[in-house]
């Protein structure tokens, strides 16, 4: 039987990753937490054999979260569960040293499969991360990054928009006038060849971790 605490800050999936485990023979959720903080107690209480967490929790992110387990229990193997399939997000997590990385929206067989190589100390990628990585790798879509570049000020504002904040709240943080955040807005909208601000704002949140 695998052991494995998962670590995810939205009770719904927690729920229904629970329940579709019940009656697993092989796999059991000894424990879920919804921050990184409650993940590491988890972990000291329960050593289990894998750890599923998410990137993108409150308190502290997957990625802190991995390392200190890493550092401390280094024979629990972490799996990373996120909705960020961005190589930067994916390579922060493999140097924190999780064992795999799996997508939010591959399904629950994607995450049996991962589970088991991960328990066993193998790698497992996700079928789509891992093509990212490739394309990554071999640059055949840098044409299309090369599109979307944003400035190092721009990425500041991304960054900020992410954590939901408002055009003159952004311009409060950085010194600059609500005219030039709107300005550097409709650039970045023109740039990522996006629709509208509330575009901006989903593309912020579900890429953040390309502006770090």
Same mark, same amino acid.
């Not at 485990?21 to 092989?26: D, H, V």
């Not at 992110?61 to 802190?64: K, N």
């Given at each position: 039987m695998i052991k494995v605490v998962f670590a995810e800050d939205h009770q719904a999936l +927690?729920? !229904?990753?629970?329940?579709?485990?019940?009656? @697993?023979? @092989?796999?059991? +959720?000894i #424990?879920?937490?919804? @921050? !990184? %903080?409650? =993940?590491?107690? =988890?972990?000291? %209480?329960?050593?289990?054999?894998v750890v599923i967490t998410d990137i993108r929790m409150p308190i502290m992110? #997957? +990625?802190?979260a991995t390392a200190k387990i890493k550092s401390k229990y280094p024979n629990i193997n972490v799996l990373a569960f996120s909705m960020f399939d961005q190589p930067k997000a994916v390579n922060q997590m493999l140097a924190a040293g999780a064992h795999g990385y799996i997508l939010k929206n591959s399904g629950l067989k994607i995450m049996i499969e991962a589970i088991k190589a991960v328990a066993k100390g193998k790698k497992y990628f996700d079928p789509n991360v891992l093509l990212n990585?490739?394309?990554?790798?071999? !640059?055949?879509?840098?044409?299309?990054? %090369?599109? #979307?570049? =944003?400035?190092?000020r721009e990425k500041e504002i991304m960054l900020l928009i992410a954590e939901g904040k408002k055009s003159i709240e952004i311009s409060e943080t950085l010194f600059i006038t609500k005219y030039t955040v709107d300005t550097h807005?409709? @650039?970045? +909208?023109?740039?990522?060849?996006?629709?509208?601000?509330?575009d901006l704002m989903k593309i912020a949140v579900e890429r953040k971790y390309e502006f770090e």
């Open positions: +927690i729920d !229904g990753v629970e329940s579709f485990f019940e009656y @697993n023979k @092989n796999i059991e +959720i #424990g879920t937490a919804a @921050n !990184g %903080k409650e =993940l590491l107690d =988890l972990v000291e %209480k329960l050593k289990p054999d992110d #997957g +990625i802190t990585l490739e394309k990554d790798k071999s !640059g055949r879509n840098k044409k299309r990054q %090369k599109k #979307g570049v =944003l400035s190092r807005r409709k @650039n970045m +909208i023109r740039k990522l060849g996006l629709a509208s601000n509330t």
